[in-house]
C-alpha cells in the first residue's frame, strides 16, 4: 500500500478524531461517539465499537476488530504486523498492544531490523489494565489476562493469565 494514500487515508484522519474527541468525558455517549467517528480507518470494524480517551491506534489500517468491543482510557496499539481482535473483547486502561521488536546490529537496538509477528485476540476475552502483550502472541477465547500482565507467549481459550511472563493460573468455566 502507498505510504502516501496511508497517512491520508488512515494514519492522518485517525489521529484528527481522537484528538478532537478527547476533551470529551468518557461516558456511554461519547466512547459510542469516538468508536463511531475511528471505525472508518481500521481495516476492518464491527458494530458498537466503544473508544474511551486517549489511545493511540498507530498503523490502524492493519487492524481488525469484532463487534462489541471496549477499549478503555489510555490504550496503544501498534498495528504495523496485524491485530485481529475478536467479539465482545475487553481492554482495560493503560496496556500496550505491540507487533514489532527490535533487534541488536552492531551494538545498538536502535538501527537494528524489525521483528514483526501479527497479534491475535479471541472473541470475549478481557484484557486487564496496564498489560503488555507482546508481537507473536495469540490469545484464546473468553480467557482473562490480570492486570500488569506481560503476555510473550500463546495464551489458551477459557484461562486466566497473570504475571511477568504471563502464566496460565486457573481454567475457567
Same mark, same amino acid.
Do not use: Q
Given at each position: &500500500?502507498?505510504?502516501?494514500?496511508?497517512?491520508? @487515508?488512515?494514519?492522518?484522519? &485517525?489521529?484528527?478524531?481522537?484528538?478532537? +474527541?478527547?476533551?470529551?468525558?468518557?461516558?456511554?455517549?461519547?466512547?459510542?461517539?469516538?468508536?463511531?467517528?475511528?471505525?472508518?480507518?481500521?481495516?476492518?470494524?464491527? =458494530?458498537?465499537?466503544?473508544?474511551? @480517551?486517549?489511545?493511540?491506534?498507530?498503523?490502524?489500517?492493519?487492524?481488525?476488530?469484532?463487534? *462489541?468491543?471496549?477499549?478503555?482510557?489510555?490504550?496503544?496499539? *501498534?498495528?504495523?504486523?496485524? /491485530?485481529?481482535?475478536?467479539? %465482545?473483547?475487553?481492554?482495560?486502561?493503560?496496556?500496550?498492544?505491540? +507487533?514489532?521488536?527490535? +533487534?541488536? =546490529? %552492531?551494538?545498538?537496538?536502535?538501527?537494528?531490523?524489525? /521483528?514483526? =509477528?501479527? /497479534?491475535?485476540?479471541? #472473541?470475549? +476475552?478481557?484484557?486487564?489494565? *496496564?498489560?503488555?502483550?507482546?508481537?507473536?502472541?495469540?490469545?484464546?477465547?473468553?480467557?482473562?489476562?490480570?492486570?500488569?500482565?506481560?503476555?510473550? #507467549? *500463546?495464551?489458551?481459550?477459557?484461562?486466566?493469565?497473570?504475571?511477568?511472563?504471563? %502464566?496460565?493460573?486457573?481454567?475457567?468455566?
Amino acid at each position: &500500500m502507498n505510504k502516501f494514500y496511508r497517512l491520508f @487515508r488512515y494514519d492522518w484522519p &485517525m489521529h484528527f478524531v481522537l484528538l478532537f +474527541t478527547n476533551w470529551l468525558p468518557d461516558n456511554i455517549l461519547f466512547l459510542r461517539l469516538r468508536g463511531i467517528l475511528a471505525k472508518h480507518f481500521f481495516k476492518k470494524c464491527g =458494530k458498537n465499537l466503544l473508544i474511551g @480517551r486517549n489511545n493511540v491506534f498507530y498503523a490502524s489500517y492493519d487492524i481488525s476488530i469484532g463487534d *462489541n468491543v471496549y477499549i478503555a482510557y489510555g490504550n496503544w496499539f *501498534n498495528g504495523s504486523g496485524g /491485530i485481529s481482535i475478536g467479539d %465482545e473483547v475487553i481492554f482495560g486502561p493503560k496496556s500496550i498492544i505491540v +507487533t514489532s521488536n527490535h +533487534t541488536l =546490529k %552492531e551494538g545498538s537496538f536502535r538501527y537494528g531490523a524489525p /521483528i514483526i =509477528k501479527p /497479534i491475535v485476540i479471541g #472473541k470475549g +476475552t478481557w484484557i486487564g489494565g *496496564n498489560c503488555s502483550i507482546l508481537a507473536g502472541v495469540i490469545i484464546g477465547s473468553c480467557s482473562v489476562i490480570g492486570s500488569n500482565s506481560v503476555v510473550n #507467549k *500463546n495464551i489458551p481459550d477459557n484461562v486466566l493469565a497473570a504475571g511477568n511472563p504471563a %502464566e496460565i493460573k486457573k481454567k475457567i468455566k
